[in-house]
């Protein structure tokens, strides 16, 4: 069925089938369908649809983008970054005084200096400002969380791993992807204890999870959130 409402039209598949109530479902490609007990009218699947309609928007487009991968950036006046779970606009600066490129976030902007007009050079000041964010984030977190562990990590890392959040080795050596800083704090903690959290048990036993959920009860939630917007946590 395709249906427009407020302006924007979506297409999705009604199934009728023994059930109780009206079910929405988003697959990872972002299709849509629409669950309903046998004899339900249109119209009453319908006004259910709009009355979800910002939400099932939403979710689809985040899927369809997640299929595309990486989001591709522009290093232009008003483009958006992540930064602690919310997007900003980036304004750009010319200075060939400063002594080394670098990013302030003010006023709800992230404003970079650079000493040439480059994409490169802005990306690169861009990554710095998230490494050294991350870095004062995830010491903060530890710090606070610290109290729950008998043992103390020997060492903190930040890195540009393509493929892990955090690392904890047997060394108690804590490494952590400088990415984490464009989530919201509350899922950096989540990293940051999942790794001390290694610091007791190497491994992913029920004794790690067990410890993981006294520490972070809503752990799952924020594990969601990451895969739900890694695609987006890009410069």
Known sequence: MIHTYSGET???NIIYKKRKNIGIYIDHYGNIEVQ???GTPDER???LVEGKWDLIQQKSKEKKNRMLGPMEKVYE?????LYLGNTYPIQIYQ???IGQDNVVFEDGTLHIYVKQLEDEKIKQALKRFYYQQCKALVEKSIQYYQSNFKTKPRSIRISDSKTTWGTCDSKLQLTFNWRLAMAPQKVIDYVVVHEM???VHLNHDRSFWRLVGKIMPDYKELENW???SSWKMTV
């Open 226 to 228: 990451l895969a739900l």
């Open 197 to 199: 959290c290694h610091m």
């Open 36 to 38: 309903a007990p046998k």
């Open 95 to 97: 200075d060939i005084n």
């Open 77 to 81: 006046h008003g483009e958006s970054f």
């Open 45 to 47: 699947v319908l006004q």
């Open 10 to 12: 979506i297409s999705f």
